[in-house]
């Protein structure tokens, strides 16, 4: 026969071997009998004993139902808060309930499951507790209580929240009444007593390590991360709050997540005397954050935590909020894709991170598919200079299927934002004083590219028949215009417009983009349906900007329509010469627009092929600067044919190793997040961090520029310094150099010379304006040695002559794969006094870090002036995605006041990235040098990058096929005999030299290597 226990330990032993019985039916009658016996023997102990029984009267409309409760010491009793939470989850209709499936966490005796079996038609609640004592003590009581029949509705186990459930239950609500209890010290210093421990086990007394930490609802939290694949489709989370935070820290603490909520039922109830604040005047100082108490129950304002300690010490009681919170996902299909991709990808531990308040149903698609997409291949290359072909494609098909438009994808041309695209057709088409025509609606959109490009902007009227006289009254290249909403239903001006253009020669170009919205509707009166079915005009172009993203507002790209043969080469020099690309992501989030869109419209007829163009009767302008820029060896026609089925391409190639990860995460959630705070990125000051950890050099956030891409940078520090000198700047670029160097900077109106490093330092060169070199040398890969970096630095600081390093290839360390430093000018500065004064380095995210196609570039410097001139003369700027992404990489490096890394684990990441990343490189430097003339290897120093440049003097003059190599046809003769492609010498500004990548993948490479190795041999 039972007896009372004389310890906790004693009754828990009971209740488990009676726990045990009641599973069992032979045995369940006498184990009934027995826990009855228990239960009275229990009766009347006061809290502390090692049983005790526990009363609760419910009444529910005309129900009323009478619970008694065995509680261990480890046990939470019933509170006013728990009675609350039962009002609430009663308050949700009980058609609503009926045959649905119910967890409860934090189920302490198994109260509220006993409860609702009673007065609910909850097909199946089961109660769990991180404390293993529950599972017994609730067991017990559920039998104390129910019928057979309530009772085969409940069960209940041991798990921390949800972690220890089967991972393929699904669950119709989720409930719990967790306490918020906030603990000053933690749990791993001398063990306390058992029970207590218990206790705080059940109170959940441990910090979750999330922002919510801070108000006491860390468990809460955490409980939210793990639900949503928890909850069966419609599921709901039903919890009971403490309102101490406030309300509007608990609602953002469900919206971040993705979860709308509503408050079901809210009630005052008196502080919990085991509670203690003191931890939440603290947060409250630190925070700057309010808790809130109430003197009364029905005080009509709250008082905060230090008012509320006060007043406790006093000896008087406080009263605080408590709430059953509802919530349920706002999107669950979008946000379960986006936390199963990021979990594709490794990046589950971005999920208690996301804000997801204020996504929309297009944000999160696209954050899934990138999260996918990333996980299956993490590379992010560039775009092609006209965008991707495929992505053509899919516009054409748009066209086409939408609107009869039928284009090629070769008259597509895809550029950056309008501004920086309209300055791309103003190098190609005209020179500085060139006149434009450009009406009055348009002006301040093109403002700054019309100056920067330097024509003469002629503004006119916004209706088609004035524009059409003064267009006959001037003398202009160009024609840019926008077509009103009232005119747009009688276009036969713009007819009369484009033909009398034609016949002087002029470019008129179209601007539709404040009437265009992607849609997979057919907006009625657009220029496609007016282009579709007119005849084709080779001197009329379309321009959509597409700037109606209410998703990303500045994922800005540019399509341009059709755009003649000629005009669309020209197009692709001046982006290469301007480094204006598109951005990858950019352009991926428009693939996907694009195709979902022709998901819509479903077509069973195959694409047409597009019509034959007749040639302009009169050509179009071509500015005398892109026939200029078009001369330039790296724009020389192809010796290679694409279709060529054995062609390796040496003459062109990126970083194509994978993307650290830390950047992943960090493009992921950027992408993920709010648009709040346009500005805030932290890019700025996260560069700076980076060039204070590999360059010894603090810079301000003043002095760093941010752009798309270094090249960008280049080209606009040209135009900087022109503009900051009032004249034509000599610039000197050091060879060999990078090929589309010397275009770039006369693209920016300077005028370029060439020399090698030896006669600068050895006084053979007039003193330029600003010399340009790369560390380490794009192509030759070689690193400047200290000695060469002094030398050039006093040259500088004794002509006052500045220094653009471009850095890009900083970190590509091949000699020493461990490196963690940059040796640059600015480096010297303790040497020679006053040179980081003059030096502008340039680096981006593209070679170290892989990832060319996002578009990230920053330029660091001294002068302010200069910087905030390169600032303004940009056009379009970098997406707050990319920014954020960048920063979240660049922030690895930085360290608080006592020089400690505030992410050393994303620094370690990153360092994990560069050393195989160099390694790996090493590898295919050595194999494609022993390939090439000895000097392949370089002279002895460090060397770094992606090509090599070396002389090529062993095989010059030497003959193959009865030719004789000379450095003129040296890469056309490689290419004939072997398939391989290579730079000439004139690419790099150096005759001798040939340049070739060797970051192409491994088996390519090796073949590469293989021919080029035969040839050589044969060479006579």
Known sequence: MNTYPSHPKEALEQLARLSVALSDPAARASALDELRLLAAEARGKPEGAPLRLAEIDAAVGGEREHLELLLLPSIFAPEDWAFTFLEGLLDVPADELAGKKMVEVGTGSGWIPIALSKFTGLAEIHGVDLNPHSRIVATCNAWLNCSPEQAARLRFGTSDLLVDLPAEERWDFVVGCIPQVLRADDLGGAPPEEEQALYDLSNYCAIQNVYEDHFGLGLIARLLDECPERLAPGGRLLLNLAGRPGRAIIERMFSRRGFRTSVLVARRVRQAADTDIRPLVTLEENTKREFEFYLEQHSPEPIRARTALGWLASGNPIWHEVAVWQAELALPRETLAVRRALREAGSGSLLGDLDLSDASQEQLDFVASLARRLAADPVIPYAHEAGDAAFRVSIARYLERFFGLRLGEGEIFVGPEREQTVYSLLLATCDPGDGVLITRNLRATYSRALEKAGVDAIVTNDTLREVKRLLGAFDVKVAILGVEPGERSNLSALREIADEAASRGILVIIDESAFFTITSGVEPRTLFEFLAREPHRPNLVVLYGLVKNAVYPDFELTLLLPVPERLHADLEIAAEATYSRISTPVQWFY??????????????????????????????????????????????????????????????????????????????????????????????????????????????????????????????????????????????????????????????????????????????????????????????????????????????????????????????????????????????????????????????????????????????????????????????????????????????????????????????????????????????????????????????????????????????????????????????????????????????????????????????????????????????
């Not at 078009?630 to 054995?646: C, G, N, Q, S, V």
């Not at 022109?722 to 060999?736: D, F, G, K, N, Y």
């Not at 090509?947 to 490689?974: H, I, S």
């Not at 005999?977 to 040939?994: E, F, K, M, Q, Y």
């Open 591 to 1020: 693939e996907k627009t694009f195709a979902d869109l022709l998901s819509f419209r479903i077509s069973f007829e195959p694409p047409s092929p597009a019509p034959a163009r007749a040639a302009p009767a009169v050509p179009l302008p071509r500015s005398a600067r892109m026939e200029a820029l078009a001369a330039f060896p790296a724009f020389a026609p192809k010796i290679f044919r694409e279709d060529d089925p054995e062609l390796i391409r040496l003459d062109y190639g990126e970083n194509e190793s994978a993307v650290p990860h830390p950047l992943v995460e960090g493009l992921l959630a950027a992408c993920a997040a709010p648009r709040r705070d346009r500005e805030h990125h932290g890019l700025r000051e996260a560069v700076a961090a980076f060039l204070l950890e590999t360059r010894g050099v603090a810079f301000e956030s003043a002095e760093v520029a941010i752009a798309q891409g270094v090249w960008p940078l280049i080209h606009d520090l040209a135009v900087a310094l022109r503009e900051s000198l009032s004249r034509t700047p000599r610039i000197l670029a050091v060879t060999p150099c990078y090929g589309v160097l010397p275009p770039t900077l006369l693209a920016a109106g300077c005028d370029v010379e060439y020399a090698p490093l030896s006669r600068v330092l050895e006084g053979r060169v007039d003193p330029p304006d600003a010399l340009v070199i790369s560390q380490p040398s794009n192509p030759s890969g070689s690193y400047l040695s200290r000695e060469e970096l002094v030398a050039l630095a006093s040259f500088a600081v004794r002509h006052r002559c500045r220094i653009f390093s471009d850095e890009i290839f900083g970190l590509v360390n091949l000699s020493h794969p461990a490196a963690e430093a940059v040796a640059s000018p600015v480096s010297v500065e303790r040497a020679v006094p006053g040179v980081t004064a003059l030096t502008s380095i340039l680096g981006g995210l593209s070679k170290e870090f892989a990832a060319g196609g996002l578009r990230v570039g920053w330029l660091a410097s001294r002068d302010r002036e200069l910087v905030s001139r390169v600032m303004a003369s940009q056009l379009g700027g970098l997406p707050l995605a990319s920014a954020r992404a960048a920063s979240h990489l660049y922030g690895a490096f930085a360290r608080n006041p006592s020089g400690k890394l505030l992410h050393p684990e994303r620094k370690r990441a990153l360092r994990r990235h560069l050393d195989a990343m160099r390694a790996e490189l090493a590898e295919k430097r050595a194999l494609l040098a022993s390939a090439l003339p000895l000097d392949a290897g370089g002279d002895g120093g460090e060397a770094g990058g992606l090509f090599l440049a070396p002389l090529m003097t062993d095989w010059l003059g030497k003959r193959v096929g009865g030719v004789t190599l000379t450095p003129e046809n040296l890469a056309r003769l490689v290419y004939e005999h072997t398939h391989v492609v290579l730079n000439n010498g004139a690419w790099c500004s150096a005759p001798d030299r040939i340049r070739a990548v060797f970051s192409i993948p491994r088996a390519k490479l090796e073949t590469a290597a293989a021919r080029l190795a035969e040839f050589g041999k044969s060479l006579r």
